[in-house]
């Protein structure tokens, strides 16, 4: 169900607003209605404090994102002394960044110089000596040599070595082949180094390298001290700096006048004496609250409170949509029908045992799906006991005749059964089971159905009415009874008739078919007055709504079918081989039932979910509830109360 | 026999054909779907929902098979 609400409106002098506001936001009760401008009243601005403390936090924000470090928040009071502290401290953090970004720059350049001068070495280069030639052109570059060569004649000398993944190429020619030879390097895809800019030794260069390392170092160092000694204080004032906007911008919300504020907004109904009593201790009385009437249309906030177990299915009912504060919360039917859908469909001891495992190994793991988890463990409890009821240990339903007779002496109840295996009889013990979902069939009409294909169809049509009572329900607490009457209850009426006519046709009562036909006649007049033509519409829509419930059945059969297909047709053949045989069996069993299980857990989920959004949330669910985040601490985790 | 080999054949077509159709119809209404949670992850349910809406064509499809295999005997 969902929390009962009450409208307040709160009006206080400017004087004590920021004590309302503290109080409101310890309480964590007020869901805050934004004022839309109603009495021609103007918005509120926020405390005169928020620009500031927006500045600081961003300082602490810029502080923390450069820190890198992510701590959990304790709750502390700050005062002046410590902003002034944030201001020392992000100066000194950036003043080391700027440091750092220099000496990352400058020891990048003196490292590739580096490397340049160590290449030129290595090449045999005096870089003095090269500069004062006559006769004899020196080039120093990068280039693919063996591109270069094959276009070179008049070489004197050609020379290169690698240098990281290039490769550095020394070219001497004489004066007078000098512009032969530049067109040839230009074609050739020349990069040229200047060899005259780099006149410092390989030494030097080293000696620089060391000393910008030893400064970076240090640099590092300074930085790594100011995280240690303050990432805490960071995290915890810029928690403090978060909740202090949040509390000076909440005004923005406010309708405002010269003298005072006025808030409006919902608080859980149960709670409205407490609130009151808060902020006339916090206000010295210096407060009026009013209760507020609610209009049917109004987006009152929805707070959903269900009881523990039922809690878990909740996220169900969010994943599709919250429901209206006027309207019945659907989790407790979730509850009841999401596992027993479920376990209708997977229906089997063995694979609802290895789905519970799963379920509660997951639940330990991953405490973000904890919710979920718990949904379907109790899915899966609900499957191990439908197993049961059909008599399905992963997918087997009957053994051989020596393995029932080692089972019936261990005290298990088998039964004998006469069977129809690849065309030819065969005696097995079959689990004992309340309804043989894969070849139990009844008759209805003359026509021969699967059992649980009928059984489907009866769970179907109780859904379904039991939704449209939510409806009706619904609609008489929002419409009043007369319009409950005909817009949902003559659906159930009109399913009266037809039943009516139907058995009045097969003579199974001894009534005439006409009383049967007046009665649809009549349901179909209060619809038409209900829902007008749209309901004259979806009158088939109702019966193909219940017939769409076969897939509980369907689903199930599929999932039997395959595992009978693993059982019989692949593995229990390679058993009977022997040998290693026996472990490829096992193998195609591991692999089969676990194809098997994944399909039974998705399949199951997906089906049981639709039949509840689509077949039964349409009698009666309208959605598009609000959540209810009350302004305060707790508000992240949307009001637990 | 000849009888039992044409009951399977048309098992076989209801429930072929009514898979195909929901195939179709599903990635045509998932595409959509994936589109409109790209731009809005709350979208989720609904888009699950209207996604598995025509499941209920190859259910059918399975009823009528098996109808059909039980004209079999």
New interface residues.
Partial sequence: MSEAMTKIRIITPHSVGVRVIDTLYNLSLFHVNPSNGEYHLSKGNPLATAESLSSALLKAKAISHEFGSVLTAKEHSFGKKDINMLETLHHDVFRLREQEQTLRTQLQKVTEEHELSSGLDALGIDRTLVQKLHYVTCFVGFCAPETLQSRLKAVHEFKHVPLGQKILCALFVQKKDEHQARAVLQESGWLSVAIEQHVASTAQLKKQMDQLKTELHTCEKEKERLRKDNAQFIADLESYLDIKIKKAELPLQFATTAQSFIATGFVPSRHLARITKELEQATRKRVTIEELHVEHDEAVPVHLANKKTVRNFEVLT????LPSYFEADPTSLLFITFPLFFGIMLGDVGYGFVTLALFLFLRKRKSDIKAWCNVLIYASIVSILFGFVYGEYFGFESVSVETGTALRKRGLCLSKEIVEAHGALEVVYTFPRLLNRVHG?VVIGG????SI?AFSIFIGALHVNLGLLIGFYNVWKAHGLKLAVLEKLSWIVLELGLVVLVLSLSSMIPVHWIVGTLIMIASVIGLYLGEGAKGLVEIPALF?NM??Y??LG?VG??SVGLAVVVNENLALPMFEKGGFFIIGGMLIMLVGHGINIALGVIGPF??S??LH??ECFSKFFHGGGIEYIPFGKKAQTGGEL | MAEVGLIAIGASIAIATSAFATAWAESKIGVAAVGAMAEKEQLFGKGLILTVIPETIVIFGLVVAILIIGLAG
């Fill in positions: 969010k994943l599709y949509e069939n026509l021969e159905l699967p294909m193909s017939l769409s076969m897939r369907a059969l599929a997906l089906h979910v639709r959004y689509v």
